[in-house]
Antibody, heavy 122, light 107 residues
Framework: EVQLVESGGGLVEPGRSLRVSCAASGFTFDDYAMHWVRQAPGKGLEWVSG????????AYADSVKGRFTVSRDNAKNSLYLQMNSLRSEDTALYFCAKDLGRWLQYNWFDPWGQGTLVTVSS | DIQMTQSPSSMSASVGDRVTITCRASQGISSWLAWYQQKPGKAPKLLIY???ILQSGVPSRFSGSGSGTDFTLTISSLQPEDFATYYCQQANTIPYTFGQGTKLEIK
């Protein structure tokens, strides 16, 4: 069974940094691109970032470009999102999601993890 | 950015009803559209991609159609487990944007 488990969320002050992780199992991790999608409390979905299966290409939403960095460790079957200069508007449940392809050529998200909550507040 | 607009934003229906949700893109996206279902406290689930392809394991009462700017998700006969929020998503252009959601409630 494909499983994605996020971790690392928590309460952080504005301007600080946080790294969230996603542990993957049940599929050949290095065969697939991966994404981060977030959902502010009571709001809709916002795509944040994507990375190809080999990590060679990355893409970001304008709202996080220059502040967030996506990475992966295929040896550890893990996806990461390093979040710097956090703002209150970054408060959200952060989901990792598997792409249906390797090279960010599809960008359909399935499945998703259960999410990790990041709260940015003083 | 490509704006995705769903209608209605909410609706109520009864078990057995046929339901249609629409999604309009602010510019043409060919067939680069997906539909997701999200239940309270759960992660979204992919139902349909490439506008009309049913994801494996999704019941056949779900169907999608459209291309260019106008798309529809149809549930042919609502089941109790279908009451949820539905989102469309375009995969044509970065950033990959979602509609605001359609909340489907029990009448």
């Amino acid at each position: 069974e494909v499983q994605l488990v996020e971790s690392g969320g928590g309460l952080v002050e504005p301007g600080r940094s946080l790294r969230v992780s996603c542990a993957a199992s049940g599929f050949t991790f290095d065969d697939y691109a991966m994404h981060w999608v977030r959902q502010a409390p009571g709001k809709g979905l916002e795509w944040v970032s994507g990375i190809t299966s080999d990590g060679s290409r990355k893409a970001y939403a304008d709202s996080v470009k220059g502040r967030f960095t996506v990475s992966r460790d295929n040896a550890k079957n893990s996806l990461y999102l390093q979040m710097n200069s956090l703002r209150s508007e970054d408060t959200a449940l952060y989901f990792c999601a598997k792409d249906l392809g390797r090279w960010l050529q599809y960008n359909w998200f399935d499945p998703w993890g259960q999410g990790t909550l990041v709260t940015v507040s003083s | 950015d490509i704006q995705m607009t769903q209608s209605p934003s909410s609706m109520s229906a009864s078990v057995g009803d046929r339901v249609t949700i629409t999604c309009r893109a602010s510019q043409g996206i060919s067939s680069w559209l997906a539909w997701y279902q999200q239940k309270p406290g759960k992660a979204p689930k992919l139902l349909i991609y490439a506008a009309y392809i049913l994801q494996s394991g999704v019941p056949s009462r779900f169907s999608g159609s459209g291309s260019g700017t106008d798309f529809t998700l149809t549930i042919s006969s609502l089941q109790p487990e279908d009451f949820a929020t539905y989102y469309c998503q375009q995969a044509n252009t970065i950033p990959y944007t979602f509609g605001q959601g359609t909340k489907l409630e029990i009448k």
